[in-house]
């Protein structure tokens, strides 16, 4: 699975007809994201919205609409590169984020820090994050049998740490109403409640995580081959490491941070990707940043329309979704060990 | 020269015989005292939990209470508190800690990973899932009957897809019970959305563990299933044994192996199942309490009946750390359980690192 090739199997995608395309596919989620909702707008309608202050439309797309796409876009760049990162790293199919526990840990740093420090809104959060997310990911590499580990003992030991952790939140939650109050929609894993305030707070650490990855992509690379094979093609892998682990952290906290503990996004996105792209982490990555938009905005757009008048939570959909292609890969690969 | 070696041998085979009785002697006896242990300490529980509270009353009051036949007349109020709000929270939580590590205690042996608990493969999701089913989609329709139904429902549906769609092996048993439970877990998450604001509180506590106002019907309902559950399960405890050395030792040992296995996980599935209709999904009892009646009885085998003590023992203990953590509160006991066992568990996947069993 890690052998880097020339030529990837989906040949026909490549050259200039993957990124056109998968840059179309975002602008249409964007758009429909923008469009659709409790009170869907033809396409005129939100163009308007977004230039004329005066149009009818301008307060649905610019208070409501637009910072939840926006959020959508950034938190779904993060997660899905993240995932590639962790893919890469671990050299592990299954190693998601939100699976192995990395957001969980977020989750609990922000859930604690609101419940002792009475801390709300993302810039208070964001720091907490930042601590859980690094805290957990390292803890779970360690418990997973560090370098020898098996997608198994890395699901394993991230579905233990995702357990407690959950327990210890709805135990703060419970003991402490007031951050009950301020989390509870938060801890479900949300679009809904976007301001412009939290996207202009959350784009600095997503574009430095977002950097930082794409600059490890070519170590990673390396490492996909093997760590001897890497070693010798010149790549430090301790600075490797620790770069990954650095921007996994940042994407993944800064994600969390905004909109909760989203699972499966970071599984489903360089999955997808390395079927367009093929193994090669030089490839993926960028284009998990592309997806990781596309899969999350998807969802949410879904949700907003399968139980209107209501919606259904952006993290409820892409559990399902996630859940169900986790089976499939389970089951098709026969006992992976 | 023949026949003295011939002898040395013989002797020392009988020496091995008879030390391997001796052990097996002292292996019983061990399990003898652990499981008297096990016993006092779930009675002193008892008399600690029914004691303890906003009205507190010493054991002797409480023995009193429960044993002398004026107390009713003679103090209503204590004999009220005792008989109608505490033992049966005591009860329920000894019985569904029993079942739940009996039904623990049966899947790890059956599946011979000490990672096989209703937890981790996806059961207790599926119990959850058809229990918020009736609570929220029906809306209390059917009263008191349709939530234990819907769990018993969901988790056998649960169960079978998942023993259905692994057959790779019980590596993958644990990864697609992981993948199915995730599945639910969205499920549940969209269920809870549904539902009316009072529906989703019960719902949420429900789906946490709490012995929260049970009453003695949940008890009732729960011992039912336990007195027939429990004696089929521990008749086929010898089975269960032979099983755990392969199963073509089983088979060359006389025991029908087909059948024995789908009658063991039907039954550790409905005990899981009696379980979390009477006190919801109450986590990690089924993978902790087998782990550590093993410890120590320090047997090997199943260990079904050390087991159950230890379960009843751990979960009314978990109750009472979770009515008094935090003054002021009372928390429900799914949560003290889901920290100590999902921390239970990340030591035990370092333990086992080495012996490449997971």
Redesign the interface.
């Known amino acids: 699975m890690t052998a880097l090739t020339a030529d990837p199997p989906s040949l026909t995608l490549r050259g200039w007809r993957l990124p056109l395309a998968s840059a179309a596919l975002l602008l249409a989620v964007l758009g429909l994201s923008l469009a659709l909702g409790a009170k869907p707008l033809a396409p005129g309608a939100v163009w308007q919205g977004l230039t004329d202050p005066a149009a009818p439309a301008w307060d649905v797309v610019h208070g409501m609409r637009l910072p939840r796409t926006l959020l959508g876009l950034l938190a779904g760049s993060a997660l899905g590169l993240a995932g590639g990162v962790m893919r890469a790293l671990t050299r592990n199919p299954?190693a998601d984020p939100g699976?192995l526990g990395v957001n969980a840990g977020a989750s609990a740093a922000v859930v604690t820090a609101s419940a002792l420090l009475g801390l709300s809104g993302f810039g208070g959060a964001v720091w907490f994050a930042f601590a859980g997310a690094a805290l957990v990911a390292v803890?779970v590499h360690a418990?997973?049998?560090g370098r020898t580990a098996t997608?198994?003992?890395l699901?394993?030991?991230g579905?233990?740490?995702?357990?407690?952790?959950?327990?210890?939140v709805?135990?703060v939650e419970?003991?402490d109403t007031d951050a009950l109050d301020r989390m509870r929609f938060w801890t479900?894993g949300s679009l809904a409640s976007a301001q412009l305030g939290t996207v202009a707070a959350m784009t600095p650490f997503v574009l430095a995580g977002l950097a930082l990855a794409l600059a490890l992509a070519r170590p990673l690379g390396a490492l996909a081959l093997g760590e001897d094979s890497a070693r010798a093609l010149g790549s430090r892998l301790p600075v490797t490491r620790a770069g990954a682990t650095l921007a996994v952290t940042l994407l993944c906290g800064a994600a969390t941070a905004a909109c909760g503990p989203l699972?499966?996004v970071g599984l489903l996105t360089p999955h997808l990707v390395a079927r367009l792209t093929g193994p090669d982490p030089r490839h993926q990555l960028p284009y998990c940043a592309v997806f990781g938009p596309v899969l999350l905005l998807g969802a949410d757009v879904l949700g907003r329309l399968v139980?209107r008048p209501?919606e259904?939570?952006v993290?409820?959909?892409?559990?399902?979704v996630?859940?169900?292609l986790?089976?499939a890969?389970?089951?098709r690969?026969?006992?992976?060990? | 020269m023949k026949a003295l070696v011939l002898s040395r041998v013989l002797s020392r085979g009988r020496a091995a015989a008879t030390a391997a009785r001796a052990a097996d002697r002292s292996a019983r006896r061990a399990r003898l005292v652990t499981l008297l242990l096990l016993f006092a300490a779930a009675a002193a529980a008892v008399l600690a939990l029914a004691g303890g509270g906003d009205l507190a009353l010493a054991p002797a009051g409480v023995v009193r209470a429960l044993v002398d036949p004026n107390a009713a007349t003679a103090d209503p109020a204590t004999h009220f508190v005792v008989w109608e709000l505490r033992l049966p929270r005591v009860v329920t939580g000894l019985l569904a800690g029993a079942a739940l590590a009996l039904s623990g205690a049966v899947f790890q042996a059956l599946l011979r990973n000490p990672?096989g608990s209703p937890?981790?493969l996806g059961f207790t999701q599926g119990a959850a899932t058809g229990a918020l089913t009736a609570i929220v989609l029906l809306g209390g329709v059917g009263g008191a009957v349709a939530v234990p139904v819907g769990a018993v429902a969901g988790a056998l549906l649960a169960g079978g897809a998942v023993l259905l769609?692994?057959r790779?092996?019980r590596?993958?048993l644990?990864?697609?019970g992981?993948?199915?439970?995730?599945?639910?877990?969205?499920?549940n998450?969209?269920l809870l959305?549904?539902g009316q604001l009072t529906d989703a509180a019960r719902a949420v506590l429900w789906l946490?563990g709490s012995l929260d106002g049970v009453d003695w019907s949940a008890a009732a309902v729960l011992a039912v299933a336990l007195a027939v559950l429990v004696p089929l399960t521990l008749g086929q405890a010898r089975a269960l044994r032979l099983l755990e050395l392969g199963e073509d030792a089983a088979t060359a040992l006389g025991v029908p192996v087909a059948r024995t296995r789908r009658m063991l996980l039907l039954a550790a599935l409905l005990l899981a199942a009696a379980a979390a209709s009477a006190a919801g999904p109450v986590?990690?009892v089924a993978l902790t309490a087998p782990q550590l009646a093993r410890r120590l009885t320090r047997a090997p085998g199943p260990n079904l009946l050390p087991s159950a003590a230890m379960g009843a023992l751990l979960l009314v203990l978990a109750d009472w750390a979770a009515q008094r953590a935090?003054p002021g509160?009372q928390?429900?006991v799914?949560?003290?359980?889901?920290?100590l066992?999902?921390?239970y568990?990340?030591r035990l996947?370092?333990r086992e690192?080495r012996s490449a069993t997971?």
Do not use: K
């Open positions: 299954l699976l803890l418990v997973g049998g997608p198994a003992r699901v394993l030991a579905t233990a740490v995702n357990a407690a952790l959950f327990s210890y709805s135990a419970l003991v479900v699972v499966f139980a209501g259904v939570q993290g409820v959909v892409t559990a399902v996630g859940g169900l986790l089976l890969l389970v089951c690969r026969g006992g992976p060990a | 990672l937890d981790v769609l692994a790779g092996g590596q993958q644990v990864l697609v992981i993948a199915v439970g995730a599945v639910l877990t969205g499920v998450g969209y959305t549904r946490t986590a990690f935090v509160h928390l429900p799914g949560v003290v359980t889901g920290l066992g999902g921390g568990l990340v996947l370092v690192r997971v």
